[in-house]
């Protein structure tokens, strides 16, 4: 009788080539919720101020909304477009919508009154300043001598 190698997650690796190979090379702008699509966001630090960069596309910069709230980032969007065609005697109306919404812990003590934000091409720039943190100079260690007791 043959030895057959033991492959405890091949089920799974067919799952992943046969069966859903398109929906991994579809791109996706979006995170589905229910009903709330929570746009993807990349957020980082530099020496003076914490970046927040967030995917909206087709929103108009007036339907967003940025908060900071007890250091947590909360960034909120309506999105609505239509669009119309009339071509060779039909008629065809599609409208579309949605709502974003995502609350992120930011890394870094920040002075919300000096946060600014800028939308360009569907793409959220948020800039807030860092708040500036005290250095404190290490105390020097002390031995402590163990008794025998």
């Known amino acids: 009788m043959p030895i057959i190698p033991r492959r405890s997650f091949w089920e799974m690796e067919k799952w992943f080539d046969e069966e859903w190979p398109e929906i991994w090379r579809r791109p ?3 995170l589905r919720m229910g009903d709330l699509a929570v746009p993807k966001m990349d ?6 101020e914490v970046v927040t960069e967030v995917e909206l596309p087709g929103v108009n910069p007036e339907d967003i909304e940025v908060e900071v709230r007890e250091n947590v980032l909360v960034v909120q969007a309506k999105r609505k477009a239509e669009k119309e065609e009339k071509n060779k005697g039909y008629y065809r ?3 579309s919508s ?7 812990p930011l890394p870094a003590e920040v002075i919300a009154e000096k946060a600014d934000a ?6 959220l720039k948020i800039s807030i300043p860092k ?4 250095k404190v100079k290490p105390k020097k260690a002390k031995k402590i001598k163990v008794k025998k007791a």
């Open 28 to 30: 996706r702008i979006m």
């Open 43 to 48: 957020i980082y630090e530099t020496e003076k």
């Open 93 to 95: 109306k599609e409208i």
């Open 98 to 104: 949605g709502f974003y919404r995502r609350a992120v």
């Open 118 to 123: 800028s939308y360009k091409e569907g793409m």
């Open 131 to 134: 708040k500036e943190v005290k």
